[in-house]
């Protein structure tokens, strides 16, 4: 084993324990370079915002590698950001909707699975505010509630009944009169429903 003593601490210490070529060792360098970084924070950060400025794209190409080489980080990186800076995620959504609406877009298709793990869960814990949320948004979109309903008692389609008809009397092939006896059923009763839904938001 090759020995090395240190300038600083003055300890013998193994070769390996010395970066290649430095007369400190790991300990002392680490040290060193951090009261070094302490001292001089203020001209190190100039320096560094000036080779940024000059360097644009490199500068860019190490933010997008880092990133990508520490994903976990980075995820954690803008979770403190956001919960840290609340205000100015709203004022940049503000000043950028379209932006805004896209990328939120793009960020649910690349985590469809865990925002539906996640939603299922919140659902199930918070069902009085989940009736909160549901009648807001019917409050603000009636529009896309009634599109929504019109939508909901037209999908009646054959199939479907016939299925709703074999699972409710274990028919298999039934006639068509009790298919549209069926379907008319179900139509009044989803209307109801709806009817019943409409009178909860006139109240609340
Ligand atoms: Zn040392």
């Not at 400190?24 to 400025?53: G, H, I």
């Not at 896209?102 to 919140?122: P, R």
Request: glycine share 2%.
């Amino acid at each position: 084993m090759i020995m090395k003593t240190c300038t600083t601490c003055g300890e013998t210490k193994s070769e390996e324990l010395f970066y290649n070529g430095y007369y400190r060792c790991k300990d002392c360098q680490k040290e060193y370079m951090a009261s070094y970084y302490k001292r001089n924070t203020e001209k190190l950060k100039k320096a560094s915002a000036n080779w940024k400025k000059e360097n644009p794209e490199k500068a860019k190409a190490h933010v997008t590698n880092w990133k990508k080489e520490n994903p976990e980080k980075e995820k954690a990186r803008q979770t403190k950001y956001r919960k840290e800076n609340p205000e100015k995620r709203a004022k940049w959504r503000k000043e950028n909707p379209e932006r805004a609406k896209t990328l939120s877009s793009e960020w649910y298709k690349n985590n469809a699975e865990w925002v539906k793990l996640v939603s299922t869960k919140w659902r199930k814990e918070n069902p009085e505010r989940m009736k909160t949320l549901r009648t807001e948004w019917r409050k603000e979109n009636p529009e896309k509630v009634k599109a929504l309903q019109t939508e909901y008692i037209g999908e009646l389609k054959t199939g479907y009944v016939k299925k709703q008809i074999k699972q409710r009397f274990g028919l298999a092939n039934p006639p068509e009169e009790l298919i549209e006896g069926i379907r008319q059923q179900i139509k009044f009763k989803r209307l109801l429903k709806i009817k019943k839904d409409e009178k909860s938001i006139d109240a609340s």
